[in-house]
């Protein structure tokens, strides 16, 4: 049994672009980027950032392609999928690597907006900031702590 599996929460790096091929079906690519942090063999914090190319097809790539834009926040589920090809000014097989997305979830709005559901006021931006940020505990879990 194989299994090709990706899901990724980040927030969009540029603007989606959307095309039309050949045969009429619409496709929309963009980039995400993902974060995490951990501590280092010195048990400083570290903070590393991912980037990664994404696909969508359809009704879907229409869909992002309008309401989305770069700093969105976005949920992706899909396969990896790697292509090659030849480039003719360089002589050079080149590969990109990318999720092709079978589904998609739009984050939060942008913190700039208000709307009837979400006051604007400086607590409620306030608590905004704490909920994206997760802070670790300095301490290691143990398995044998987990009660299930």
């Known amino acids: 049994m ?3 599996k990706a899901i990724l929460i980040g927030n ?7 095309k039309a091929i050949a045969s009429g ?7 995400i980027a993902t974060n995490r942090t951990y501590k280092d063999a010195n ?30 926040q ?11 090809w030849d480039d003719a000014a360089t002589n050079t097989k080149k590969y990109r ?9 739009f984050g939060s709005k942008s913190t700039g907006t208000s709307s009837p559901s979400t006051p604007s006021s400086n607590s409620s ?3 905004e900031e704490e909920i994206d940020t997760i802070e670790y505990p300095d ?5 044998e702590d987990i009660p299930f």
């Open 2 to 4: 194989y299994l090709n």
């Open 12 to 18: 969009l790096t540029r603007d989606p672009e959307l």
């Open 25 to 31: 079906n619409k496709v929309c690519t963009f980039s």
């Open 43 to 72: 048990g400083v914090r570290q903070e590393k950032t991912d980037y990664h190319n994404i696909v969508v097809w359809g009704k879907t790539a229409e869909n992002v392609a309008t309401y989305m834009k770069k700093g969105s």
């Open 74 to 84: 976005i949920l992706i589920e899909g396969r990896m999928e790697t292509r090659s």
């Open 97 to 105: 690597t990318e999720i092709i997305a079978d589904t998609v979830q």
């Open 125 to 127: 931006s306030k608590k």
């Open 139 to 143: 301490e290691q879990i143990n398995a």
